[in-house]
Nanobody, 123 residues
Framework: QVQLVESGGGLVQAGGSLRLSCAASGRTFSDYAMGWFRQAPGKQREFVAATSWSGGSTDYADSVKGRFTIARDNAKNTVYLQMNSLRPEDTAVYYC????????????????WGQGTQVTVSS
């Protein structure tokens, strides 16, 4: 089992920045690729970003490319999502997720999920 706990969400004005963290426990963190997903009110959960087990390979949704950065620190068992130039449409609950080894943009590939952290961007 892998336990995931997100933090760092909050309320920010458009154009601002937030950094989300996801702390993992329970298994060898470096065995797992990590992803961030989000779900806005009334919408389905969608892919945001993913990183391979080493952090050497990353992927982003088109809507966040150039604004968000995913990174991981395997020594701290933590994955981060740096979000810059935030827009009201980025408002959502953000979830981190884990799967063995290879990153994926498909949420059905992920076995473990956190509880989510709310990000609200005001205009």
């Amino acid at each position: 089992q892998v336990q995931l706990v997100e933090s760092g969400g909050g309320l920010v004005q458009a154009g601002g920045s937030l950094r989300l963290s996801c702390a993992a426990s329970g298994r060898t963190f470096s065995d797992y690729a990590m992803g961030w997903f989000r779900q806005a009110p009334g919408k389905q959960r969608e892919f945001v970003a993913a990183t391979s087990w080493s952090g050497g390979s990353t992927d982003y949704a088109d809507s966040v490319k150039g604004r968000f950065t995913i990174a991981r620190d395997n020594a701290k068992n933590t994955v981060y999502l740096q979000m810059n130039s935030l827009r009201p449409e980025d408002t959502a609950v953000y979830y981190c997720a884990a799967r063995r080894r290879f990153r994926s943009s498909s949420q059905s590939d992920y076995n473990y999920w956190g509880q989510g952290t709310q990000v609200t961007v005001s205009s």
